[in-house]
């Protein structure tokens, strides 16, 4: 009766442990990753989870992740300043030299008008109606090279404006005679607006003084109104002194004035 019993107990163990290793595939199934046992044991008549021996294997925990994305956006935010603060240092320093350029160009541009009209300033052309300074010694009134080659039959020279005279005198008072008057003839080409000429007796003038500021910015306005200007346009024939030291200034100071104004769209462009 004892052992019929036991049997019992027994079969009735095995079906009980049978449906708990399909209860166990069942949630494996549903969601318990495969590869992995779970465990159970009779604790006083209920199942509990309990460890797995020794070759079952158990979960590792995970290393938690660290959210890096502020200090990512805070880089970002560094490097954008810094490329905004760059930029903003570049164009004040372009600024800064676009200025200065300007500045020393209209300095040089106020110099050479002041050597235009003259070391003298307003007095330089004072003598427009014959008195006063009579001009240089040892100038020629010829419009053409000294060649030391001219005859008595030559054709009449032309008269050349007091002022002009003047001018080189004062703002050339170191010149060698022969220089000046390339810069006088040069002058009178450009009462004429012929700036062919007038580069062409600067340019031999510099060739003889190539040291003189002076000349080369003549000779720089010259050839740049040569660029600017082609055709030249005469001086009329019946024109009192006045009306050509008119004509003089306001050449001269038309070219200065385009010369700088084509300086400063380059600067800026």
């Known amino acids: 009766m004892m ?134 010694k040892g100038s020629s009134t010829s419009s053409g090279l000294r060649d030391g080659k001219q005859t008595p039959a030559a054709a009449p020279e032309p008269v050349v404006p007091k002022f002009l005279e003047t001018t080189v005198a004062n703002s050339f008072p170191m010149a060698p005679p022969e220089v000046s008057e390339r810069i006088r003839k040069g002058l009178q080409a450009v009462m004429n607006h012929d700036w062919k000429v007038a580069r062409a007796w600067f340019q031999d003038a510099q060739n003889r003084e190539p040291k003189d500021l002076g000349i080369q910015r003549l000779a720089a306005l010259a050839d740049y109104m040569v660029e600017k200007k082609d055709t030249p346009a005469p001086v009329p024939a019946e024109t009192t002194p006045a009306d050509q030291e008119k004509i003089f200034k306001d050449t001269m100071e038309s070219g200065m004035n385009e010369f700088y104004l084509e300086y400063v769209l380059a600067t800026r462009s």
Request: net charge neutral.
């Open 3 to 136: 052992n019929r019993t036991n049997r019992s107990v027994l079969f009735t163990s095995g079906i009980f442990l049978a449906l708990i290793s399909v209860q166990a595939l069942s949630v494996s199934a549903q969601g318990v990753p495969m590869g992995e046992t779970t465990c159970y044991a009779n604790d006083g008549g209920k199942m509990r989870q309990v460890p797995c021996p020794t070759g079952g294997q158990t979960n590792t925990p995970t290393t938690p992740t660290v959210d890096n994305s502020a200090a990512e956006k805070a880089e970002r935010d560094r490097l954008a300043r810094e490329a905004e603060d760059k930029r903003l240092a570049d164009e004040a320093k372009a600024k800064k030299e676009a200025a200065e350029r300007q500045k020393a160009f209209e300095k040089s541009r106020d110099e050479a008008l002041q050597t235009i009209k003259g070391s003298g300033g307003a007095t330089t052309l004072r003598d427009i109606n014959g008195t006063g300074d009579p001009g240089l």
